[in-house]
């Protein structure tokens, strides 16, 4: 089944733009995406990516989508303490059901 | 965000006991799923009802037991859990099932404690 990875902190400093890393097996995947969660909160859905695009961009967020290196990231530019939160990659498989990695916990420095 | 309320926010319950978690969408979405967020674990699909049919169930352990009334509502009937239940319950919402109609969106989940 499919097999989604992600790395499990990042730390950057405030103002610097921050890439979250995220690798998939299934090649089937059809959509990508990333959800936020902050602290005692539930998941709040940011973006998503349709399998068959290379880079999606809104606002201070882009999503950059490798397939052949089944490879997603997501990059926040002007990072803010208000970003500061775990970060979750999701690829939906071939039956429509969505895998999440473990999540990245964010942590800007002022 | 309010388009997937859940209630209660909170729950402390003892391991004989009886409760059942709710949750609402105000989307018009035709799908609805039950995940389980344990420290340290990725978030584990429970149920997934359409049109208010249970389609997925993923080995859950029957003391768990959904209950989907109507498209707009859903429901987690608890009973004589176990400590490792303790977890965060998320509910979701979707407008249908298959491909871009499958972007699921969140409520702020169930923080459960079993004692």
């Known amino acids: 089944g499919e097999d989604v990875e992600q790395s499990l902190f990042l730390s950057v400093r405030e103002g610097d733009s921050s890439v979250i890393n995220c690798t998939y097996t299934?090649?089937?995947?059809?959509?990508l995406y990333w959800y936020k969660q902050e602290p005692g909160a539930g998941l709040q859905l940011l973006t998503y990516?349709?399998?068959?695009?290379d880079m999606k961009q809104d606002q201070r967020l882009t999503v950059l989508l490798n397939k052949k290196d089944k490879h997603l990231s997501l990059r926040i530019a002007d990072t803010q303490t208000g970003d500061s939160a775990i970060y979750f990659c999701?690829?939906?498989?071939?039956?429509?059901?969505?895998?999440f990695g473990s999540g990245t916990r964010l942590l800007v420095r002022p | 965000e309010t388009g997937v309320t859940q209630t209660p926010r909170h729950l402390v319950m003892g391991m004989t006991n009886k409760k059942s978690l709710k949750c609402e969408q105000h989307?018009?979405?035709?799908?609805m799923y039950w995940y389980k967020q344990s420290a340290k674990k990725p978030l584990e699909l429970m149920f997934v009802?359409?049109?208010?049919?249970?389609?997925e169930n993923n080995s859950v352990p029957s003391r768990f037991s959904p209950e989907c009334p109507n498209s707009s509502h859903l429901f987690l009937h608890l009973h004589t859990l176990q400590p490792e239940d303790s977890a965060l319950y998320l509910c979701?919402?979707?407008?249908?099932?298959?491909?871009?109609?499958?972007?699921?969106?969140f409520g702020p989940g169930t923080r459960l404690l079993v004692l």
């Open positions: 299934d090649s089937s995947s059809t959509y």
């Open positions: 979701a919402s979707s407008q249908g099932r298959g491909l871009d109609r499958e972007t699921q969106y």
């Open positions: 989307l018009g979405h035709n799908a």
């Open positions: 999701a690829v939906m498989d071939s039956s429509y059901k969505l895998i």
């Open positions: 990516i349709f399998s068959n695009m």
């Open positions: 009802y359409s049109l208010e049919e249970r389609v």
